[in-house]
């Protein structure tokens, strides 16, 4: 793995501070409420008067003990409260009340993302102590006022050992141990608040060595982006020192994100000028066995957990179980709709598409416009073919931020699903007659037409006709003379296990070696530059390469997590090489919707089985297929495409292989058993 520092290391440990969400202070009755007018949340206690004595809250001791659980840490049965003695205008006593040699829990640790793959971040401490005031300066002035609501709220600390390598690593740590506390229910991670500080130690030191550099502490540095910036510019600093001959010292230093640079606050005491000693006013913590073990059997799962039973038990992509395990109330949403409605996959990806962008969220709350019963119920109406998926999206905006059931709009306005034969085949001729040439066109053997005549009837009934028997209908108006008894294959995609013929048209030109790279055929069939000598003998995924020569004969392989498909080879080609430099995989598509304004076009997510997650794929198969009908398919997509930008921030990271031929258009398709990512050779 490179390093951003040369021969040079990081070495970083983080010492977090998360405010206990409990509703009145560490060690008296004040509200811990964020906002309100300075210094209306104080007692002689919280301001350190003369004979004011304090007294440990049990709602804070849960808590720090449910979160020290949570994060792997051995709660020891038996910790003491201690002073940490210095000076500051907003610590009233003089001294915190703090924990030091005998600290609440030890030895815990947190699972990590890095660029290597997964990595345990161990964790020294887990202990109790009591927030300063703040000091608020007033611009318009030179004075310095004293706010100290804040002064006694509970606090956790959480100290790392120096794991950490780079800042990067330091920004998914505090990622991952912020989501933790918002799970366990014992912070809000607002970091704009300061519910969540971080104070970063960073030292440098030669690759290979052992000892540890002179460390020095950034302090309250209140975003992931801010300290991922802080560490990197400080860890450059300190080598900078050290090149030139100088020595590191040990400092507080803060960070100016505006100038982007680290500055002194003041040179760092060691921990004997804290003068720790226990507190005299507080007995020591003892904790017994049955406490702890109740608040471990009451812990709900973690985000990790959650992510791992959305995968391995629900079908979902990493990045969907990510993305419906980012808070608490999302990721409870998503499970309440999935006990109403039995599709796990279809229910992820209308939240995804449809539902969290109307979501917002604030610490622990989450305002989200519809229930999980709203949810069940529309796609379960999606479901019956009472409406289709565009209509689902224009019921889904309609009953947002209301309590009106999908089916009564569905009823009012009349949105069911036309799948009257009869009507539609009247459109379709009606249709035909008035597009003569295309209908010849057709006749004369040039399939992907019908994709014309299907975006036209789907037009000419807003979307609310049945795919499947608007290409079913067309098929027996187009064919010839109109014969009824003459039914072309559907192009509805089958899970049929093995590669339709046709199915390499899209590879030839790979074959040859021309390399060309491009993403998805544009939506205008007669687009120039895409190579083809007679466009419209191939599938639109066909576009981007020129036509193939005479294919050899193909064996049909069905595709299994053991095996592959395998092509005869044609006299002068090797398949095996073209299909390595194609990397082809299997994909299964996770999400599909219709490209706004542009015809015919459907963004695709396609999980290959990339640790980054799903591809975006465009395709020009909406004249084709419904989106809902691709939804859940396993298909072969080629993905050493170099990704190509089409236009108005649209960009296609791969193709999807398609057969094509007389009979129209048909995706090459793969058995339900072969896991996403499965090589094709």
Not at 20 to 45: M, Q
Not at 170 to 189: H, I, S, T
């Amino acid at each position: 793995m490179s390093t951003p520092y040369g021969s040079f290391e990081a070495v970083i440990g983080l010492e977090v501070h998360a405010q206990l969400l409990t509703r009145t202070k560490a060690f008296c009755a004040c509200e811990t409420s964020f906002g309100d007018p300075a210094n209306t949340h104080t007692c002689p206690v919280c301001l350190g008067l003369p004979g004011a004595l304090p007294v440990l809250g049990e709602e804070a001791v849960r808590m720090a003990v449910s979160a020290a659980l949570a994060l792997g840490c051995t709660i020891n049965p038996r910790s003491v409260f201690a002073r940490k003695n210095y000076f500051y205008p907003d610590l009233p006593k003089g001294y915190q009340i703090s924990q030091y040699e005998e600290p609440l829990a030890t030895h815990g640790h947190l699972e990590i993302e890095t660029e290597a793959g997964k990595k345990r971040a161990r964790l020294l401490r887990v202990h109790m102590e009591e927030d300063a005031g703040k000091n608020v300066h007033d611009a318009r002035s030179s004075e310095s006022l004293v706010d100290l609501n804040r002064a006694g709220v509970p606090l956790m600390e959480i100290v790392s050992e120096p794991d950490l390598r780079s800042s990067e690593e330091a920004a998914e740590y505090l990622k991952r141990l912020r989501e933790v506390l918002m799970f366990v229910g014992v912070n809000d991670g607002n970091l704009e608040q300061g519910s969540f500080r971080c104070d970063a130690n960073v030292s440098v030191r030669h690759r290979g060595e052992h000892a540890l550099g002179t460390r020095t502490e950034l302090k309250n540095i209140n975003s992931f982006r801010f300290v991922a910036e802080a560490i990197d510019i400080e860890a450059r600093r300190q080598i900078a020192l050290i090149e030139r001959g100088d020595r590191v010292r040990m400092q507080t230093r803060g960070y100016n994100a505006d100038r982007r640079e680290t500055y002194l606050l003041r040179d760092k005491e060691g921990e004997a000028g804290y003068r720790y000693f226990p507190e005299p006013d507080l007995p020591p913590l003892v904790l017994d066995r049955a406490f702890v073990e109740d608040l471990r059997v009451a812990l709900p799962p973690t985000p990790a957990q959650r992510r791992r039973r959305l995968v391995d038990e629900l079908g979902l992509t990493p990045q969907a179980a990510a993305v419906l395990t980012g808070h608490p109330q999302i990721s409870s949403f998503y499970d309440a709709t999935v006990l109403l409605y039995a599709e796990p996959v279809k229910a992820a990806n209308f939240i995804q598409s449809e539902v969290l962008r109307d979501v917002r969220v604030s610490g622990l709350s989450a305002d989200i416009p519809v229930s999980p019963n709203q949810v069940a119920e529309l796609l379960r109406l999606v479901d019956k073919g009472t409406i289709s998926g565009k209509q689902a999206k224009d019921v889904y905006a309609r009953m947002r931020a209301t309590r009106a059931r999908p089916e009564e709009i569905v009823r009012e306005r009349g949105m069911s699903v036309i799948s009257d034969e009869g009507a539609l085949e009247a459109m379709a001729n009606k249709l035909v007659a008035e597009n003569p040439k295309q209908a010849e066109s057709y006749r004369a053997g040039k399939a992907n037409i019908l994709g014309f005549f299907v975006g036209q009837m789907m037009k000419l009934t807003g979307g609310s006709a049945d795919p499947a028997i608007v290409n079913k209908v067309l098929r027996r108006v187009l064919s010839p003379g109109g014969d009824p008894g003459v039914e072309k294959v559907a192009p509805t995609p089958q899970n049929t296990g093995t590669l339709r013929p046709g199915a390499v048209a899209a590879l030839r030109d790979e074959e040859r070696g021309s390399g060309a790279r491009r993403s998805p055929v544009p939506s205008d069939p007669s687009a120039p530059g895409s190579g083809r000598r007679d466009r419209d003998d191939q599938s639109p995924m066909a576009h981007s390469v020129p036509p193939p020569p005479p294919l050899g004969p193909l064996e049909h392989t069905t595709l299994t997590s053991a095996s592959a498909a395998v092509l005869a080879p044609a006299s002068d080609h090797g398949p095996e090489e073209t299909f390595a430099r194609l990397d082809l995989r299997v994909g299964r598509v996770i999400s599909a919707e219709r490209v706004p304004r542009r015809d015919g076009l459907l963004e695709l997510g396609v999980d290959v089985g990339d640790e980054a997650g799903p591809r975006r794929i465009l395709a020009s198969l909406a004249l084709s297929f419904a989106p809902e009908q691709l939804v859940g398919q396993r298909v072969v997509v080629s993905c050493a495409v170099t990704p190509r930008d089409i236009g108005k921030g649209l960009t296609s990271e791969g193709t999807i292989l398609v057969a094509a031929s007389g009979e129209g258009l048909a995706l090459v398709t793969v058995t339900g058993g072969v896991p996403p990512g499965t090589r094709v050779r």
